[in-house]
């Protein structure tokens, strides 16, 4: 047990946030290569800015696990938004002017990784993936955790300065950073260190079968 101990606290402290950061650079890479899919159908896009879409690829997109936003760039004005799939949130003016293609960003409801990319003479295209929702007040419905996994809340939190776990965007950059979650009101135990306190457990009973039966 006092082994299971250590390796719950000391080895899989470093290698639990490791693996998360990885686990959510893959995530957010699954997402940025459909986004990049999706910009690639230029009949689509121009549909979409017309609003010409029929009911089967507004369905499709609408079914997406990230916003999609499409602005009509206008020569004296901001961008006009001509088409969106989801009504959690929309980007603000600040979004809109970034020169960023890739960036992370607090807003109203949550933790955001940004993709911005130009969608046609006239278009800008924007993708908003929730990365950890986070809200003013909380509730059952409104719940603040990760995205990406039912577990990185046990483990992880988005750090406030530079760690050793950076996120990265698909240039390589880094874009924010995961730290280790330094409390938590219910102790989350690796499966490793679960499995080692088992093997440990099935070793005392065995010493005590033993020692019964030399008595």
């Known amino acids: 047990f006092g082994i299971s101990f250590f390796f719950n606290r000391v080895y899989t402290n470093r290698s639990s946030v490791k693996a998360e950061s990885q686990r959510l650079e893959n995530y ?65 003016a600040q979004l809109i002017q970034e020169e960023k293609a890739e960036l992370f960003s607090k807003e109203a409801n949550g933790y955001y990784y940004i993709i911005r990319r130009k969608a046609g003479p006239n278009l800008l295209a924007i993708a908003m993936v929730l990365v950890r929702s986070d809200f003013f007040i909380e509730t059952n419905y409104l719940q603040k955790k990760f995205t990406y996994s039912e577990e990185a809340d046990y483990r992880v939190q988005i750090a406030e300065q530079k760690t050793d776990f950076p996120i990265h965007s698909s240039e390589g950059k880094p874009i924010f ?28 009973l065995l010493f005590l079968h033993s020692l019964a039966e030399s008595m």
């Open 28 to 92: 957010l890479l699954d997402k940025k290569l459909d986004f990049d899919e999706f910009l690639k159908d230029t009949v689509l896009l121009k549909r979409l800015s017309r609003h010409e879409e029929d009911l089967t690829s507004f369905n499709r997109l609408a079914k997406k696990p990230y916003g999609i936003y499409i602005y009509q760039r206008r020569e004296f004005d901001l961008p006009a938004l001509v088409f969106w799939n989801q009504q959690h949130i929309v980007p603000s």
């Open 177 to 204: 950073y995961l730290e280790k979650k330094t409390s938590r009101s219910v102790p989350y135990n690796d499966q490793w260190s679960i499995l080692v306190r088992i093997i440990g457990l099935i070793i005392f």
